[in-house]
Structures are given as structure tokens and as C-alpha cells.
């Protein structure tokens, strides 16, 4: 059986004479139709209509306010681009470090900093609009996650950020909302902080668990059960764990990095040799098992 030959490269230059000169003729029309479109369009004025892609959910910024301080710095943008004298919008855009990795089904938006080394897992979402949220170094933040802030709570008028350390791991599912997580911190699965909760270095949120507003848990300790009450210390061995599942993460992060980064010659190339092993697979299954099939049976095969 015959495999497609994959070309690497998003643009593979034409090296035949014609190729060339069809490429060049083509490029030329293509900035016409463009130029025309733009001059259509500036005709038209505000009744144009504009083709727009949707943005990426997984980077947005937010307009930012009086509330809206702390991380990020805001820039004026135009509301309407391409419309002339359209009024201005400050916003505010999230800010990231070297090698952190957001996976695409994840939300950052407005004021979030996220520290070199960190990763924001799948479906997680980080919603600083009405105040900043502060991640640092090397922090996993793990799938379907929730951050927020807080504009008010009970006991203050004062709008409340979010500050997690560096080399935390936040487990699937939890919730985090206006609170202090300090370094080598883990927030286990499905638990809950409340505003006002503070967890200082090395501290312990058990799976589960629901933190009541303004708690703090201690260096070393383990919180578990709703409402969240101690339990214990961190053991010697429960400490070298924390710091190996963030190390652990951080390696991953960057994995799960290059393949969402593939453009699609690559992604093609990856097709072309799974298809070719799974065959490969089969044939080999077929001769240790002294099994002979026609090629129109095998071409079928390949297409499974």
C-alpha cells in the first residue's frame, strides 16, 4: 500500500518555471481583490460589512474600570476598528511569562499575570474582570478550574484580588475565588476557597474540602471535609510530593505545548504515520498468524 507524501512547510515554494509564474500572477490578484476590498469598504463607510473570526477564548482582554487595578496594564484601543474617529477603549489584556502553556479550551481574561513555567489546563477559566489575578512560576492550574476576584464581600467594600504562588498545583475542578494560595501550596480536586481565605507556604487543601471566607491554614497543615476544619501536618513524604507534582506538571505543560502548537502540514504528517503503523500493525498481526489477504481486502483494512 501506497502513503501520501506530506509536504512540511506552511507556504512550499513552486520550483517549476510555471509554478513560479502562476504563484507571482496569483499573489498580485490576491492584493487587488484585497486593496479593492478595503477601498469598497472605506466607501461604505460604517455600513460596511465586516468579516470577522471569533476571538480566542483562550487570551481576552477586558475594558478596564475603576475596579479594574492590579495586573496588566491598560491601552487604548479604537471600539470600531477600520471606522475613522471611533471612540477609544482602554483595556486591559492578560500578561504571561516564557513557556507557560494555555490550552485552547481554556478562559484568561483581563487582568491575569501568569508566571514563566505555569500552565492553565483544559477548560479552566481565569476571570479577572473586576480585579486581578496574580499567578506565579511553575503553577499548574489544572482542568476545569475556576479563579475569580471579588468587586465587594460581606465584611469590606474593598475589592478583593487573587494570589497564587509559584510551584502550586490546583487540581481538577476547584474553585478559587479571592483568595492567597502561597508557594508549594496544593489545592486538591473539587475543593472550594472562599474570599478571604489564605493558605501560606506548603499548606494543604484536601480534595473536596469547602474553606470558609477568611481562613487561614498554616504552613504544613492538611484542611479537609466542608466546612473545610484541620485534619493534620503535611508528612515528610506529602511534602516531596507537592513539590514533585509541580515539577511533574511543568514537564507535561510543555509536551502538551508543542502539539497544540502543530500547524497542519505537521498535524498531516502525524496522520500519515499513525496510518502507517496501524497497518503495519495489521500485517504484522497477519504473518504471525499465518494469515493471507488480497490487496483489494487489505486496502479496505487500511481505511478502518
Known amino acids: 500500500m501506497s ?18 509564474l502562476l504563484h507571482g500572477v496569483g499573489g498580485v490578484l490576491r492584493a487587488t481583490g484585497v486593496a479593492l476590498d478595503g477601498l469598497g469598504a472605506a ?6 460589512l465586516r468579516d470577522e473570526l471569533p476571538p480566542n477564548a483562550a487570551w481576552l482582554p477586558f475594558p478596564a474600570g475603576p475596579s479594574g487595578t492590579g495586573a496588566g496594564a491598560a491601552r487604548e484601543v479604537p471600539s470600531r ?64 478550574v475556576v479563579i475569580h476576584v471579588a468587586k465587594h464581600t460581606p465584611a469590606s467594600s474593598t475589592p478583593r484580588a487573587t494570589k497564587i504562588g509559584s510551584n502550586v498545583t490546583v487540581g481538577h475542578g476547584a474553585l478559587v475565588h479571592a483568595c492567597t494560595v502561597g508557594d508549594g501550596c496544593l489545592v486538591g480536586m473539587g475543593a472550594t476557597l472562599l474570599d478571604g481565605v489564605v493558605m501560606e507556604p506548603g499548606s494543604v487543601a484536601a480534595g473536596g474540602a469547602v474553606v470558609p471566607p477568611g481562613t487561614t491554614i498554616k504552613t504544613g497543615q492538611i484542611w479537609a471535609g466542608a466546612p473545610a476544619k484541620l485534619l493534620r501536618t ?24 508543542t502539539e497544540n502548537g502543530k500547524a497542519f502540514e505537521e498535524l498531516v504528517v ?5 496510518g502507517e503503523r496501524a497497518w503495519r500493525e495489521k500485517s504484522d498481526i497477519d504473518v504471525h498468524q499465518g494469515v493471507y489477504r488480497d490487496p483489494d481486502t487489505q486496502a479496505i483494512l487500511s481505511m478502518r
Do not use: C, M
Open 234 to 257: 503535611v508528612s515528610s513524604e506529602e511534602a516531596a510530593f507537592l513539590v514533585q507534582s509541580a515539577d511533574n506538571y511543568a514537564h507535561l505543560a510543555q509536551e502538551h505545548k
Open 81 to 144: 476598528p477600520g471606522v475613522k474617529d471611533a471612540p477609544r477603549l482602554s483595556i486591559v489584556e492578560p500578561t504571561k511569562g516564557a513557556g507557560v502553556f494555555v490550552a485552547p479550551s481554556a478562559t484568561v481574561l483581563g487582568n491575569v499575570t501568569i508566571g514563566k513555567g505555569s500552565s492553565i489546563w483544559y477548560g479552566a477559566t481565569l476571570r479577572g474582570d473586576v480585579n486581578a489575578i496574580t499567578i506565579g512560576e511553575r503553577t499548574n492550574i489544572q482542568d476545569n
Open 270 to 274: 502525524d496522520g500519515v504515520i499513525s
Open 3 to 20: 502513503f501520501p507524501v506530506a509536504q512540511l512547510g506552511r507556504h512550499p515554494a513552486p520550483k517549476d518555471l510555471l509554478g513560479k
Open 43 to 48: 466607501v461604505q463607510g460604517p455600513y460596511a
